[in-house]
Every structure is written in structure tokens, then in C-alpha cells.
């Protein structure tokens, strides 16, 4: 600004002494008038001039043809050089209009005659701007340009010149008059701004840049690629320009875009590279491998975070040193206001100062903030990608010491907690450092009555000392009952399906609610304590003032208003790091717990790196070499799980391992993959390989993922390979073919289908050894036939493969067959060299054959009486038979072209009718979080009563505080020597009630805030599980583990970065919780460095949106500290230039104390007010939970069957249709039948035929839209759902054990007697098995990894041979144990379930062949259904070829 003699006139300083010395020069007055003035309008006008006459020449002109018309496409890129010159212009136009406005209002308060020359400068300078801002924004937006033009940078060059003469003259003067003016601080202002215009000018460039495109060229073809260049990779803030990253304008495009429509996750731009999961791992990794892995975990994060933890650390000294300036000084200020004629210059200054020192602060604290989040989402990603990676490495002892609900808790719980150290991590010097910065100031106002505040502050924070211990003790135990529940839950919504069909939900339930009540007994106490603490801290700086108050009373020490506001402010800052301590205090004790935590798990064993030899290729001929091999799951055990292996196994040979339930066989493979601990011997291992586990483990994603597997797509080997494995077929059955998204744990798929996709994954893997445990047992006998024959026979004829089988079809095409008994081989060599040794083989053998002969026997007697018709003379039954089994050989190849035709026919769908996929993207809001939400979390503690109380308590605090501040502010006096209008013990009498009765309020408030937050915490979560528990079978089908486990123009963009956040935790937890249970498939392909990159992006995109959401909320809140700033000192200015009569000096003085710390108070209740909603987000999750369907009553009370149904267990069912959705089709077709009570029935069909869904209508986890179901006189659909399910019993194609004892999964609901669990142990093959492993308290391990597959098996047995149901469902009961084992349950099960409905859905053919009754399906039909003697005697039925084949595929056994 340009100051003339009429500027200084206006604001009264100097007046007389200026008008003397300028008055005398009539040169001087009009030389400043003439350069303040006279260069604005000839600026305007060369400015109007040029532009209309460009206006008039392009209307004027025709447009030639050969002229090349382009557009222009502003590039989404925003740099800071024009916009800060656009910004100064505009900071100029507002302060003249400002001057302008305020001058009149001057005059008017002094009552002193108009100075219109001061006026005419102002108004000129403000049009000139108005029109300079207008020029600078049209010249880049509206033409496009790059380059400022070169009238606009000569200007700027100019007025820098002008300002810089300007400021000189008032220096001059200054010294002359020996006096500080306002001009000179505002000519610094203005020369500042100016000096970033003459950087612009001097630079010449906007900084923008620009596309064009010719419209000549076609348009489509690059909008493409456009697009694409256009779309931001990595966040704005890796190349932003200091000034830019200063004030976080960096943000700016991504607040447009959130402001224009709800950001989804493309549109939030990577975190810069610093910051991603990949490079703050490796540093954590190669800090750990340095110091050795018993070092500090809190010390390497410490380090690989180094360099800003000190950035931060300088932040803080700079944010305390300034927040310390306004204390400091505002008693001088209280002076100012009591002598403004005398010092109104000085209060000038003083404001000028306060305003640096409080924008220095906003800096600081805004970049601390930015920067602290920074550092947790470093710490966040270190850690979570150690704990993923020690996941994949645990050995089998570890496992078992740490189950995955367990492991899950380190990374979202125990690293949350190690995370938010970050933001204390500085408290314990600059704790020290504000409360000795507070002493300074105390001292020097308030002298020796300062060291009672001292002491005062010292006992507040040794009362926290006790606190510390007991919130450490209550906060160990929290974690502990964490751990549980977690454990607990996790393992039950991974069985969720398996509790429906044994109606066990509801006490499932129980348990958990059990387990949290625990839990929540722990969180109350820590709550009370953490409530007291918190009543402590806030009463803190209030007893410290009453203190420091009192003893200057008693003292002596003279009170006024500028020591008194200067105390008060210096409390009001110092309430900062007191209030903190409690928090710090907390979350160190929570942190050294976690820290622990993690620690112990990442020094947990891991696999033996050396238990597997790798051999060249080129060095042997054996694939596969074990020498004096010992190995054992518990090291500890006295006896090892297998002993005395010596196996050598050539290139290109296939190996069967054949053996009864628990010999060992899934162990043996065990040892070639290093996966069991060893304990003696050398295993060698030459080439890659490849794995197929016995219980499938698929992956969440599509189909091609799961067959790929991380290899590049090769269509050729893709086809062959899902011919091979007979899975083109089941494609067409899927709405999206290979695209086809598959459920968590493959829910979505059948058993078959879960199988086969395993081994497509290792038939593409192109490995030279593979490993095959029992893969063939969850297929039909068509289906295994064809793998066997396309895989092991064709693909992998070459391949070394090692195979575990208890189908003993499969055993004659082996070069070499290992039998197991007790974890050892006890028999080697080819299939008739050992059958001929008369040993267990032959055992094994014989069932199978005994098997074929119950087939065969049926076969033969309608062969027999007929052949006479057929031959025409009698023969011999072993002649019928040969030639019976010749037909067999000659028909075998028209049987499999007639069930491709089937199979064909069946495949058939319409493709209008196909679905979406079965996972959804995670279901999120839009928009603003609904009032509802809001309310649901109010109402479900005590329905609300207890928020008023709050709010009315907080109010009353927050008045008396003010009340009490204003009474000690009105009561004293301005100077020492004007008398206090009350006596000093009346007056800290009233000050100490009033600190009293706030600290009441405060005690108040606290204690109901917690207990409502606990009881709303607890109600959300006990409705939220029973929601969960009572949803239908199908949204656990779509809905992975993980995300249940996990649940304004700045608004708008933070909410919507808020809901990313919480929608990218929950692949992160998936993804976790999959790797663990599936790591030794991981590890059997060398799959561990693609899966933890996947985890590592799977990081990144979760800190994606939390980065950009701080830099949001930064952003906003800098512009909210720049406002309250410009605020406060406006109003200093403002008080000092009323008449003192206006306003009492000491309620100013209290104002300007409040103000200090506005910008605070306004960033943090816009802070609060977003994070309330973004906080509420947690609560919209849950409550979306609230609002899932729900399955039928469990019970109703007036159509409850009575005890004894069902009495006879008939089944009839009348036109049966089901669906799984309104817009999908009917997978069964309107069957009917019935199932006559006491009988056996076998169900037989191919893949999709709709077994499963019959099944799944009899226990009502779908229910039809069409026909009924009624067992004996009941339609099941009129009672309840655990009424009806309680009374069946089935056996799952998947066996489940949880985690506990053998009594406790035999027994879930403890309701039979030791003795009554023995003599089913007994009846199961399980009695000897028990009685080895610590009888009935034996440990299960997680998902009863400790027992084999079989095993598991016969414990579902053992559980219905206890329920004793009169309708019996066996689903695949018999898929995991050998032919002896599964003769022996069929022959238990048709002695305990005499009187028994039995339904059995089995693949091998004997199980069924014993039926009293078979139904076959297809295509949701019943096509044939009568006893299995008369099915047979149709040769041309359907039931008729599937035992042909399976007896085909068994003739060379049977060695004819």
C-alpha cells in the first residue's frame, strides 16, 4: 500500500507532527498522490483497450479453411504458481476494500472530518485489483494460456518497485518521528505479496500445462489413451511444489472430484513409493535381520521411521515455542487496551505478532499431524506384512500355539494399537518441555506463587501412577478374552453352515455371548478407570490455577487482569499435555501389551528351512530320496508320527500310497514337502512340484485365477488342462464361466468341483513332481475315471507323481505302491507282487473285492435267470460272468458317450436366466450417514435417557469455566495500583466453587460417557450377532469371514475416504485368514513371494485412502486456522481502536485470551463434527448387519411337533421346486416321491443334477417355492427351524472339528455322558485312535488339523451314533476312509439305524448298491427311483450305467 499523509490522518497516528511536516511540501503530497493513484486507471485502460480491439478483430475477421482449429484439454494437474498469484492478487483487493470500508467507519467512531483523498487512493486501488484479479484468472482459464501475459508481469515488476519506495519513505519518517506506525507493518504485508507477484513475473509461466487436439484428427481414437494418460497413478503430493505441499493444496483434484460424486477406490490416487507396504517392509526386515530377531520390535519401527519421527519431533519444539508467544505477551496486550492513546501502535504491533506466531503454530501442528499419519501407516504396513509373512513360515508346533482368529488379532487389533504409539511417541520430553515453558511464563508473571502451580502439576501426574499399572493389568486381560472370542468367532462363521444343519447356532451363539460378557467384564473395569483418570486430567489445569491463585493470595503477590488472562491463557495451553497424559498413559499401556504380543509371535518357530534337500536336476535319477527318514507333528511326543523311512523314488514313475484311516499316509507327503518337523534322515528332492491337498483349499476369486495360480494364461494348456480334469462342462453350469467369482473356502462349489479346480491348478503348473493325497475320493467313479486316465495317465505320464489313494481301482497302474500301517511302510512293490504276500494289501484288497461282489451278485442273478433268452443253452456262472465282464469292456466306451450326452443335455441353461456373481464389492453408502444410524447408536444404551444428562453436564462444565474466568477476570484490577472492586478471599472463595462445581460436571460427564459408550458398543454387538446368527445359509455364501470379522466439500470427500477405508480393511483380513489356512499349498508351489505381494497391494490399498483422507483434513483445517487467525487479529485491531468506554479492557483482555486459541477450538469442532460421521461410518456397518433377511423362527410356540416326532420317519415330497433366487431358475422341478420310514435310500446323479439342493430343502436351508416336504403327517415349512432340524441328523461331505477336546466336538452341547461318548467312540473305529491320544480330553486342534481327514469323518459318525435321529442324511460320509473302514460303517450304520430313515449320497456305488431304495436325478428331475435289483434289470438305466462304470473301472483289479 501506497501510504499517503491522508492514511496516516485516518488511523490517528502522528497526526499532528505528519500534517506539520508534509503540509509544508505541496511537491511531496501530490508526488505520492500522483504515483498511489495515477498508475491504476493508465493500467485499466491498456488493459480494456487491447482487449477490446482482439474482440473486434476476431468478430471482423472470416476463418480460412487452411487454418488449423484446435481445442484444448486442461490437463488434471494443479501446480501452485498460479493459483498462489491469482491469491495475492485477491488478498490485495480485499485489503484495499477493507481500508476502504473501514475508513468512513474511522471517522465516524472519532468524529472527525472526512479525508476524501485517502478514500480516492482506496477505491482506485480496489478497482484496479478487482480488475488485475479478474485479467490475471480470464488469461489462464478462458484463453488457455501458459505464460502470464507481458502487460500483467510488467505491472506486477512495477508495483514491487512502488511498494519497496513506499516502505522507504515510511522508514524515514519512523525515524524521524521515533514512533512505530501501522503503515510500516502494512507496506511489509504489501510488500511480500507483491514480492511473490515479481517472482511470477520474473518466472513468466503459470505452471499450467495443456493438450491440444486438432479436430482434424480423429477424436475417438485417443480418448482412450487420453484418458488414460489423464487418470492420476500416484498421489498429487509426490510432485507437488513445496508452497503446494505448505498448504496442502495438493488435494485440491481429488476434493473436486469427491465434491462432484462419491469417490470409489479408482479414484484415490497410490501413496507415493516411500510409503508403500513393499518399501517400509524390506526396511523393517533388513533392520531386523541386523539386530537379530530377539531385538526391540518397538526399536525397529523406531528406526525404519527415523527420519520423520525427528521431523515430527522438530514440529513440536516449534508448535510449543509459539503456542507460548500469546500467553507471553497478553498481559502487554491488557496495557495497550488500558492506554491506547499512549501505546495503540505497540497493540498494533503486538496483534501483527500474535498473528505470525499463531500461523507459524498452524504450520507446524498441521504437518505434524499430516506427518504422524505418515508414520502409522508406515508402522501399520510393516507390521501387518511381518505377521503375513510369519503366518506362511509357522511350523506346525507354532500353528498350534497361535490359531488364525488369533493371528488375525495381531494385525487388526495389537498393530492398531502398536500404530497410535506414533502419536505419543514424543510425549515424554514434550510433555517436560510445554509444562517448563508454562513455569517460564507463570514465573515471570506470578512469581514464587508459581512453584505451588509447579508442585500442584507434579502431584497430578504422580497420581497417574496407579492408574498406569492398573489400566496395563485390566488391558492384558482384555486381550485375552479378545483372543477368545476372536478365536471363537472366527471359527464359527467358518462353520456357520455345519451349526445350521446340526442346529447348534443358537447355543454357538451362547458361547460367544458367554466369551464376550467376559470380556466386557474386563473392558468395564478399565472404562471406570479410564473415567477416573480422564476426571483427573480435566480438573487438572483448574486445580493448578486455583492453586497458583490461592498461594499468590497468600503470598501476596498482586493480581491484575494482564497477569491474571497471561496465568489463564498459559492453563489453557498447558490443559493440552496434561489432558494428553491420560491417553498416553493408556496407550502405552496397551502398546507394551501388543508389542509383547507381536513380538512372541514373530519368534515363534518357523519351518525347517533345511528339511528339504534341493537337487540339480541333471545331478541323479531318483526324484524323490529319503534316507533313516523320522519325523513327527509333536516333536515332544514319545512315539513319531513316521519312523523308518527309506524311499527312493525314480524320474517319471508313478507311486501309490495305499493304507487304512490314521497309517500315515498324509504324512508321508507331509515329509516331501518339508511341512512336519524332522527329526532324523536326509530328504532330497529334484525339480519342482506340485500339491493337491486332501481337503481342498480354494482361494476367494475367480475360477482362471484359482487354475493359473500366478502363471502367465496360455490358452492351449488352459483347455487341456480343464479337459483333463473334466471341467468344461461344469463351466457352462456358471453364470460367468471361468470368470465366475468363487465364495470364501469355495462355498459356491461342490465338492467335485472344489477338487478338480485343485488339480487343474497343478496339472498347469507343469511341475516334475506331483503329489496327490486321496484327490479322487470326492468325485463320482465317471469323473474319476476320466482325471485318472487324462491326468496321471496322459498329461503327467511323464511326471513323477506320488499318489494317496484309498480307492484300490487306481492302485494297478502304479510302478511302485507304498502301504502304510502305524507311520510305516510296511509293504513296497508292484500290485501282484504284494497281493500275493498274504498281508494287510491284501485286506485292503479283499474289502474292495467284496465290495464288487455285493454289485456283482445283484447283476449276476437277473443274468442268470435270463440266459437261456440271451444264449439260447445253458453254461456255467463263471462262464456268465466272463462274459458278463467282456460285455462290460465292449460297452464300456458307448456307456461314456451316452453319459456325454447326458451330461450335455443336462448343461443345457438358459442364458438370460445366468446370475450376478456370488461375491459381491462390499456394500457401501452414498451419501450423507442417515439420521437413522445416528439415532440407532443413541437409542441402544438405556434408549437415550443418559445423552441429555451428558450434553446438560458438558454445558454447565463448559459455563463454568467461562463463569469462572470471567469472575477472576472482572474482579481484579487493570494495574497494581487501582483498588479490586471485590475483597481477594471473596474472590478466590467464588473462583474455587466454581472450579469446583465444573469439576463435578466434568466427573459427571465422564463417568455416564463411557458407561454409554459401553452399553451402545455392547448392544450393537450382541444385535449385530444375532443378526449374523439368524441370517440365511446363502449370505454367508456370498459374505467372506474377513469383512464380517472387520465392520461439505471436505465432508463429502472425507466420508466417502472414511467408507474406502473401512471397505479396504476387510480384503486385507480375508486375504490374511486364507494364506494361513491354505499355507502349505502356498508353500508347496513357491507360491510365497506372489502371495505376499498381493498382501502388500492388498496394504497399500487400504493406507490409499487414509493418506488422503488426513491430507483432507488437513487441508481443511489450515484454512480454518488461516480464518480464525485473520479473525483474532481483526478483532485486536478492532478493540484497540474502540473508544475505551465501548468495552470493559478486562472482558477484552478475556476475549483476546479465548481467541489465542479459536483456531483450536474451530479445527476442532469441524474435526469432531467430521470425525463423528466418519466414525459413525462403524456404526452404518454394523447396522447394515442389522438389516439382514433372516431365516425362519427357530421355534413357534403354537406349531411346535411334540417330543417323540418324527416316530416313523416317512418322507413324502409333493411337486418339490426350489430356486436360489427370484431371477434364477428352478434346480428342482416339482419332484415327487416317498421315502417310506425304516428305509434306506441312496441318491445318485450327476454334478448339478440337484442332490445337494434336495438336501438342502429337507433341512430348510433354502425353502421351495413350490410343493412341500412332510415327515410323518408335519410339512416341515409350518414348524420352526430348530424344531425340525434338531430332530435330523446328517454327516457333511466336509467333516468339521473345532478347536477344544474330543469330548467337546463329539459333544458340542455336552448333553450325553462319558459313557455313552466311549461306546460311540467304539461303534465309530475311533476307540483305540482316543485312547492313544489322552482319551476324551485329548486336544483338537484349530479346524482338527490334528487328525486325518478320516478321522474327522468317523467323529461325524461318532456325533449322530449319540443323536440317534429317527432321519439319518449321509452326505459323502465315507469319501476319506478306505474300503475296509467304509465296509465296517455301513455295517454299523444299518445296525444302529435300524429303525431309521437313511438317505445316502454317495460316489462309491457299493454304499448305494445296499440302498433299500435308489433315485436318480437329472436336471432337477426324477428320472428313475425303485429298489437297486430292479433298477439293474433295465440295463439301459441311467442307474445301471453308473454301476456299469464303476465295475468297468474295477475289472482289472479283479485282474480279468
Not at 114 to 122: H, I, L, P, S, V
Not at 643 to 654: P, S
Not at 779 to 794: M, P
Not at 1346 to 1353: A, D
Amino acid at each position: 500500500m501506497m501510504e499517503s499523509i491522508w492514511a496516516k490522518q485516518l488511523l490517528g497516528l502522528g497526526e499532528d507532527k505528519q500534517r506539520g511536516e508534509l503540509g509544508d511540501s505541496i511537491f511531496g503530497v501530490y508526488m505520492r498522490f500522483a504515483l498511489a493513484i495515477v498508475p491504476h486507471p493508465v493500467f485499466v485502460v491498456s488493459l480494456i483497450l487491447p482487449f477490446f480491439w482482439k474482440r473486434c478483430r476476431v468478430c471482423t475477421q472470416e476463418p480460412k479453411s487452411s487454418v488449423l482449429i484446435t481445442t484444448y484439454s486442461k490437463k488434471l494437474q494443479y501446480v501452485i504458481t498460479y493459483k498462489m498469484a491469482l491469491l495475492t492478487c485477491v488478498s490485495l483487493l480485499v485489503l484495499y476494500c477493507i481500508l476502504g470500508i473501514w475508513s468512513p467507519l474511522y471517522w465516524w467512531l472519532r468524529a472527525r472530518p472526512k479525508d476524501f483523498g485517502a478514500e480516492g487512493e482506496y477505491v482506485f486501488q480496489a478497482m484496479a485489483w478487482a480488475i488485475i484479479s479478474a485479467y490475471a484468472y480470464y488469461s489462464l482459464l478462458k484463453e488457455s494460456k501458459e505464460k502470464f501475459p507481458l502487460l500483467l508481469r510488467m505491472w506486477w515488476i512495477l508495483l514491487l518497485i512502488l511498494y519497496a519506495f513506499f516502505l522507504f519513505l515510511n522508514i524515514h519518517e519512523m525515524k524521524e518521528q521515533n514512533h512505530i506506525t501501522l503503515s510500516i507493518v502494512v507496506e511489509i504485508l504489501a510488500l511480500f505479496l507483491s514480492a511473490f507477484l515479481g517472482y511470477a513475473s520474473f518466472c513468466g509461466r503459470t505452471g499450467e500445462s495443456f493438450l491440444t487436439q486438432s479436430i482434424e484428427e480423429p477424436l475417438l481414437n485417443d480418448v482412450s489413451e487420453i484418458s488414460e494418460n489423464l487418470k492420476p497413478k500416484v498421489t498429487p503430493y509426490a510432485t507437488a511444489s513445496f508452497l503446494s505441499r505448505m498448504s496442502f493444496s495438493w488435494m485440491k483434484p481429488l476434493l473436486d472430484v469427491g465434491h462432484k460424486k462419491p469417490l470409489d477406490i479408482d479414484d484415490v490416487p497410490q501413496v507415493v513409493d516411500v510409503h508403500k507396504a513393499d518399501h517400509v517392509y524390506r526396511k523393517f526386515r533388513n533392520q531386523l535381520d541386523a539386530k537379530g530377531s530377539g531385538s526391540s520390535i518397538a526399536k525397529i519401527l523406531f528406526l525404519i521411521v527415523l527420519k520423520d519421527v525427528l521431523f515430527t519431533g522438530l514440529l513440536i519444539l516449534i508448535r510449543s515455542c509459539s503456542s507460548y508467544i500469546g500467553p507471553y505477551f497478553i498481559d502487554n496486550f491488557v496495557q495497550c487496551l488500558a492506554k491506547k492513546e499512549q501505546f495503540a501502535s505497540e497493540g498494533i504491533i503486538l496483534a501483527f505478532v500474535f498473528l505470525l506466531a499463531k500461523l507459524v503454530g498452524s504450520l507446524s501442528e498441521r504437518h505434524l499431524t499430516f506427518t504422524t499419519v505418515h508414520i502409522c501407516i508406515c508402522v501399520k504396513a510393516a507390521l501387518t506384512a511381518a505377521l503375513y509373512k510369519k503366518g506362511l513360515m509357522l511350523s506346525n508346533q507354532a500353528r498350534q500355539k497361535h490359531t488364525s482368529g488369533e493371528i488375525i488379532n495381531y494385525m487388526s487389533v495389537d498393530a492398531q494399537r502398536i500404530e497410535e504409539l506414533s502419536w505419543y511417541v514424543h510425549d515424554i520430553w514434550a510433555v517436560p518441555l510445554q509444562i517448563l515453558l508454562a513455569m517460564v511464563i507463570l514465573y515471570q508473571t506470578l512469581g514464587l506463587a508459581s512453584l505451588a502451580g509447579v508442585a500442584a502439576t507434579v502431584l497430578v501426574m504422580m497420581a497417574n501412577s496407579p492408574l498406569v499399572k492398573m489400566q496395563e493389568k485390566y488391558n492384558e486381560k482384555i486381550m485375552e478374552e479378545k483372543d477368545k472370542r476372536m478365536k471363537a468367532t472366527s471359527e464359527t462363521l467358518r462353520n456357520m453352515r455345519i451349526l445350521k444343519l446340526q442346529a447348534w447356532e443358537s447355543r454357538f451363539l451362547l458361547k460367544l455371548e458367554t466369551l464376550r460378557r467376559e470380556e466386557c467384564g474386563w473392558l468395564k473395569k478399565y472404562f471406570y478407570a479410564l473415567s477416573v483418570t480422564t476426571f483427573i486430567f480435566w480438573g487438572a489445569p483448574t486445580f493448578v490455577s486455583v492453586v497458583s491463585f490461592g498461594s499468590c493470595i497468600i503470598l501476596g503477590v498482586p493480581l491484575t487482569t494482564g497477569r491474571i488472562l497471561s496465568a489463564l491463557a498459559t492453563f489453557k495451553i498447558l490443559q493440552e499435555p496434561i489432558n494428553s497424559l491420560p491417553d498416553f498413559i493408556s496407550v502405552i499401556a496397551q502398546s507394551k501389551v501388543s508389542l509383547d504380543r507381536i513380538a512372541d509371535f514373530l519368534n515363534q518357530e518357523e519351518l525347517q528351512q533345511d528339511a528339504v534337500e534341493k537337487v540339480s536336476k541333471d545331478s541323479t535319477d531318483y526324484a524323490i530320496e529319503i534316507q533313516e527318514g523320522v519325523f513327527s507333528w509333536d516333536p515332544a511326543a514319545p512315539t513319531p508320527t513316521i519312523r523308518g523311512l527309506d524311499v527312493h523314488i525314480r524320474k517319471g514313475i508313478r507311486v501309490a500310497v495305499c493304507g487304512t484311516v490314521g497309517s500315515g499316509k498324509s504324512s508321508f507327503l507331509s515329509c516331501m514337502l518339508g511341512e512336519i518337523s524332522k527329526m532324523s534322515g536326509v530328504v532330497k528332492i529334484s525339480g519342482t512340484k506340485a500339491y493337491v491337498s486332501q481337503s481342498p483349499w480354494i482361494p476367494s476369486g475367480k475360477i482362471r485365477d484359482n487354475v493359473l495360480f500366478g502363471k502367465e494364461w496360455d490358452k492351449t494348456r488352459y483347455e487341456s488342462v480343464l479337459q483333463a480334469c473334466a471341467f468344461k462342462k461344469d463351466l457352462e453350469l456358471f453364470p460367468y464361466g471361468d470368470q465366475t467369482e468363487i465364495g470364501e473356502r469355495g462355498i459356491n462349489l461342490s465338492g467335485g468341483q472344489k477338487q478338480r479346480i485343485q488339480i487343474a491348478r497343478a496339472l498347469y503348473q507343469d511341475a516334475d513332481i506331483y503329489l496327490f493325497d486321496d484327490s479322487f475320493s470326492a468325485v463320482d467313479a465317471h469323473t474319476g475315471t476320466h482325471i485318472f486316465q487324462e491326468c496321471l495317465l496322459g498329461i503327467l505320464g511323464s511326471k513323477t507323481v506320488v499318489y494317496v489313494t484309498h480307492q484300490v481301482e487306481f492302485l494297478f497302474a502304479a510302478d511302485l505302491i507304498l502301504v502304510m500301517r502305524d507311520g510305516e511302510i510296511t509293504q513296497t512293490g508292484k500290485y501282484e507282487d504284494i497281493l500275493q504276500s498274504n498281508t494287510h494289501f491284501e485286506e485292503l484288497v479283499g474289502a474292495h473285492k467284496k465290495a464288487l461282489k455285493s454289485i456283482d451278485d445283484m447283476e449276476n442273478s437277473e443274468i442268470l435267470s435270463s440266459q437261456v433268452l440271451f444264449e439260447g443253452s445253458s453254461t456255467d456262472k463263471k462262464t456268465s460272468v466272463k462274459d458278463v465282464n467282456h460285455e462290460k469292456l465292449q460297452k464300456a466306451q458307448k456307456v461314456h458317450e451316452e453319459i456325454e450326452s447326458q451330461n450335455q443335455r443336462e448343461n443345457e441353461k438358459d442364458k438370460e436366466d445366468r446370475s450376478s456373481q456370488l461375491v459381491q464389492e462390499e456394500e457401501r453408502e452414498k451419501g450423507r450417514v442417515s439420521m437413522w444410524v445416528y439415532w440407532s447408536y443413541i437409542s441402544a444404551a438405556y434408549k437415550g435417557a443418559l445423552i441429555p444428562i451428558i450434553l446438560l453436564a458438558h454445558t454447565v462444565f463448559e459455563l463454568l469455566q467461562i463463569g469462572s474466568n470471567y469472575w477472576i477476570a472482572w474482579a481484579t484490577p487493570l494495574t497494581e495500583d487501582q483498588r479490586p472492586p471485590v475483597t481477594k478471599s471473596f474472590l478466590i472463595l467464588v473462583y474455587i466453587t466454581l472450579a469446583l462445581c465444573s469439576s463435578l460436571c466434568i466427573l459427571a460427564r465422564t463417568i455416564l460417557l463411557c458407561l454409554t459408550g459401553f452399553e451402545s458398543a455392547k448392544q450393537l454387538f450382541s444385535k449385530m450377532h444375532s443378526c449374523i446368527f439368524r441370517a440365511p445359509t446363502s449370505f454367508f455364501d456370498a459374505t467372506p469371514t474377513g469383512r464380517i470379522l472387520n465392520r461439505q466439500y471436505y465432508i463429502v470427500t472425507s466420508r466417502e475416504l472414511s467408507r474406502l477405508i473401512g471397505v479396504c480393511k476387510a480384503p486385507i483380513i480375508q486375504h490374511f485368514a486364507e494364506s494361513i489356512s491354505g499355507a502349505a499349498t502356498i508353500r508347496s508351489f513357491d507360491q510365497e513371494t506372489p502371495f505376499m505381494n498381493r498382501n502388500l497391494h492388498l496394504i497399500d490399498g487400504s493406507s490409499k485412502p487414509r493418506f488422503h483422507k488426513n491430507g483432507a483434513l488437513q487441508w481443511l483445517c489450515f484454512r480454518l486456522d488461516l480464518l480464525s487467525n485473520l479473525i483474532v487479529v481483526f478483532t485486536m485491531v478492532l478493540l484497540l481502536c474502540l473508544p475505551e468506554s465501548v468495552i470493559n479492557p478486562s472482558i477484552a483482555g478475556l476475549a483476546i485470551t479465548y481467541g489465542l486459541t479459536l483456531n483450536l477450538a474451530q479445527a476442532l469442532l469441524i474435526r469432531y463434527l467430521c470425525n463423528l460421521e466418519n466414525n459413525m461410518i462403524s456404526v452404518e456397518r454394523i447396522v447394515q448387519y442389522l438389516r439382514i433377511p433372516s431365516e425362519p423362527p427357530l421355534i413357534i410356540d403354537n406349531c411346535r411337533p411334540n417330543s417323540c416326532w418324527p416316530s416313523r420317519g416317512t418322507i413324502d415330497i409333493t411337486n418339490l421346486q426350489v430356486r436360489y433366487g427370484p431371477h434364477l431358475p428352478l434346480v428342482l422341478k416339482g419332484i415327487s416321491c416317498t421315502f417310506p420310514g425304516g428305509k434306506n435310500v441312496g441318491i445318485v446323479g450327476r454334478t448339478g443334477c440337484g442332490k445337494s439342493t434336495l438336501i438342502k430343502s429337507l433341512f430348510r436351508i433354502v425353502d421351495p417355492v413350490g410343493g412341500r416336504i412332510v415327515i410323518d403327517g408335519i410339512d416341515i415349512l409350518t414348524i420352526g427351524l430348530h424344531d425340525l432340524r434338531s430332530t435330523l441328523s446328517i454327516i457333511p461331505q466336509d467333516p468339521t472339528m473345532f478347536d477344544g477336546t474330543t469330548r467337546n466336538n463329539l459333544d458340542p452341547l455336552g448333553d450325553y455322558s462319558d459313557d455313552q461318548i466311549q461306546k460311540a467312540l467304539e461303534k465309530c473305529q475311533l476307540g483305540e485312535i482316543v485312547r492313544s491320544k489322552e482319551k476324551l480330553d485329548s486336544l483338537v486342534t484349530e479346524n482338527g488339523e490334528n487328525w486325518s481327514m478320516g478321522q474327522r469323518q468317523l467323529v461325524c459318525l461318532g456325533r449322530v451314533l449319540l443323536k440317534q435321529s429317527r432321519v439319518l442324511v449321509l452326505d459323502e460320509a465315507t469319501a476319506s476312509v478306505d474300503t475296509a473302514t467304509d465296509g465296517l460303517i455301513q455295517q454299523t450304520i444299518r445296525n444302529q439305524f435300524t429303525d431309521c430313515t437313511v438317505i445316502t449320497i454317495a460316489h462309491r456305488i457299493p454304499s448305494v448298491c445296499n440302498s433299500d431304495l435308489v433315485l436318480v436325478l437329472s436336471d432337477g428331475n426324477i428320472i428313475e427311483y425303485d429298489s437297486p435289483t430292479k433298477l439293474l434289470e433295465n440295463k439301459s438305466s441311467s442307474f445301471a450305467k453308473l454301476v456299469s462304470e464303476y465295475t468297468v473301472r474295477s475289472i482289472n483289479v479283479d485282474g480279468k
